[in-house]
């Protein structure tokens, strides 16, 4: 069974292997190569063939027309190649026409750049995309120190990416996004985009009938600095986030407040994992019904000159997991009064059911250190903040009618301004399992209607006044009220308020009761 193979054997194995090969072969004769379905054809084009010099200083906006006309021509999804270097080139150049899908692509942002040539003032961009899947990867895309309006960076048509790119020093906009045309479901990968004179990445909105905007954009690993206007702008609804930092943005802002981070005009957004940080105006700030539906997890907000966020007239937005720290001091200043509101941790001004939990918001009396700049930036420095805290509450709530629910959080009243973690006008703001420090057990004066603060199971009450009647609340709330003084009034049976017998405690004594529609019933008493 293992007899040793003769060299006689094994040639004649191998002889009748390879003769079983050449039938095989001999069997697929039909099948010649040309044959074949042919591979999917793919047009790489190098913008050097075609005359660019990419030594920083000529012209090169010729050569990288005729490179992409060649690239257009093949009729085929093409690659233009940008080898290292650095190729000036006019605005409006390089245009990717509807038709021809194309990815421009360099050897990465520190060895390919493409730099904006100086010439009569237009408000074309550097580059812009209006073909479907047309995508910019590996490169640097710089404003070349030009002035005007114009932007560095298009995305124009659906499925747009930008990857592995940083974008700096654009006259205006770093990356615009559905301004010309609908850039739905587009990509933004990598990056990192610095000084621009407008917004670092502005997503435009529908304006009139013109189908501009986007949709469902798709962002991760996104760094934005020193941006002259907010950040990053977004006018189009459903922009969906991760990992994307904005620090030290506004420095152009002006009187109009455009300063902030994130300045989101538009609805359902998600934010994962982003951090605001040192922003001359709010870390977040949703525009006037901006912010619909959408949600901040696990988020920084930090050192930013206004609130940590700021919400005007928005619904139903969600803040899960995240902490605002240090934030508002450059818009109160430090002398600020104890109750500004503008510079609370987080502002609901008129919103809606708003749903918070397990987040952190605190201050302290450290110095805020200013924000190093390098010598060749225009951006100003952010200011110090002397050794007082200024973010003046956890958080602020304006309007009667909010239904917002704070849940899980740290809102300690004594790392906060006013000592006070809560400032609301809403009696449906419903507040549990929280610490709020030495707001946790708040204390009231009897009046003959008192009107309960919207958090706390365990209300003090002080003063000689009998409470005659309670103000509204939410329905199915519980309260404990204790009445600290010897002399209390305490409290009587009538008007809306449904007990066993009136109270006339001696010091300490207690009622629980529960609100039902309008009514307070009583559940329990320690006397």
Known sequence: MNEPVSPSRRDL???TGVAAAGAVAA?????????????????????????AVGDGSADDSTAVRRALKSAQASGQPATLYFPQGTYRVRAGTLVVPAGHPMTIRGDGPQASQISLKQEAENSDALIALHATFAAIENLQIDGGGATGENDLLALNAGYNRVSNCS????PATGIAVG??????????????????????????????EKDTGSTDGLWSNVDVGRSGFSGIFLESSSQNMSNVHVWQSGVRGGDDGDQHGFRV??????????????NLGDGFHFDSGGGEGSVVSGCRVWEN???????????????????FTRNGRTNVGDAAAGDAVSAAAIRNEGGDAWTITGCSAWDDAKELSAVWVPESSTTPEIPRRSAVMSQTFAYVETGSRGRSSITGAIFRAEEHLSGQSIKTESSLLQVSGSDLGQDDAPSIRAAATIALPPWGDVIRVTGSQTVTKLGASRPGRVVTLIFDDASSGGIVSGSNVRMRGSLAPEKGASVTLVCVGENWQELARSV
């Open 305 to 323: 000159g206004g609130s940590g966020l700021v919400g005007e007239g928005t619904g139903h937005l969600t803040l899960v997991g995240s902490t």
């Open 265 to 278: 005009a538009s609805r359902t957004h998600i934010f994962s994992g982003c951090q605001a940080e040192k």
């Open 27 to 51: 069997t697929r004769g039909s099948w010649a190569p040309e044959q074949q379905p042919p591979a999917h054809a793919y047009v790489a084009v190098n913008v050097r063939d075609h005359g």
């Open 179 to 208: 301004k010309y045309g609908r850039s739905l479901a587009h990509v933004l990968e990598n990056l990192i985009i610095r000084d621009c004179g407008a917004y670092g990445i502005h997503v435009h909105g529908t304006a009139g």
């Open 167 to 170: 974008v700096s020093r654009s």
């Open 13 to 15: 194995i191998l002889m």
